[in-house]
C-alpha cells in the first residue's frame, strides 16, 4: 500500500511540475498599420474662371464615383437643379429638385442608378460679373452629347464657389 501512495504522490509531484512550467501561450501578433498617405492638395485656382471650370469638372467626377459627399459640398444650400425637358422657352413643363435634400435625392435616386462611366461638361462658356457666374456647357454622359444643353450659375459665398442651378436639357429636340 506504501508503495502505492508513493506512486500516487510521485505521480502527482510530477503532474504539478508540468502544470507548473507550462510555456506561457504564444502571444498574438501585433499588426502594424501603415501610415496613410497625405492626400493631394486640391490645386489653388489661379483665377475665378478657373475655379468655376474646376468646380463644374468636380461636379461630373462625383457623378461617375458616385461621390454624394463631394457632390454636397459643391453645392450652395439653395441650390436648384431644373431638367427643361428639351424646350428651354417652356419653363412650366420644367421637372425641378430645389434645396440641397432634393438635389442629393435626384443624385441617388435618378442619376446614380444608371452608373455612367462618363460625366464631361465641355466647352465652358465662363462669364463672370462679381461674385456670380454664368456657364453654357456641352455635357458628355456615356453616349449622350448635349450641345449647349446646359446652364449653370455659381457664386462666390464667403470667398468660396458654389454652385447654385443647373438646369439641363436645353437643346431643343
Not at 469638372?57 to 428639351?86: C, T
Request: aromatic share 6%; with cysteine.
Amino acid at each position: 500500500m506504501r508503495r502505492f501512495f508513493t506512486g500516487l504522490l510521485f505521480i502527482a509531484f510530477l503532474l504539478s511540475a508540468v502544470s507548473c512550467g507550462e510555456t506561457p501561450p504564444t502571444p498574438l501578433p501585433v499588426i502594424t498599420l501603415p501610415t496613410k498617405a497625405p492626400p493631394t492638395a486640391t490645386p489653388v485656382p489661379a483665377s475665378d474662371e478657373e475655379a468655376v471650370a474646376q468646380l463644374i469638372r468636380a461636379e461630373g467626377e462625383g457623378v461617375v464615383q458616385q461621390d454624394i459627399d463631394r457632390l454636397m459640398d459643391i453645392w450652395a444650400d439653395d441650390g436648384v437643379i431644373a431638367d427643361a425637358k428639351h424646350t428651354p422657352e417652356d419653363a412650366q413643363d420644367d421637372a425641378k429638385w430645389q434645396g440641397k435634400e432634393a438635389i442629393r435625392q435626384r443624385y441617388v435616386n435618378l442619376v446614380f442608378p444608371s452608373a455612367p462611366m462618363q460625366a464631361e461638361a465641355g466647352d465652358l462658356q465662363v462669364s463672370i460679373e462679381g461674385d456670380k457666374a454664368t456657364v453654357t456647357s456641352t455635357t458628355n454622359i456615356g453616349d449622350e452629347v448635349s450641345p449647349k444643353g446646359d446652364r449653370w450659375t455659381l457664386e462666390k459665398r464667403n470667398g468660396r464657389w458654389y454652385i447654385v442651378s443647373l438646369t439641363y436639357n436645353l437643346e431643343p429636340k
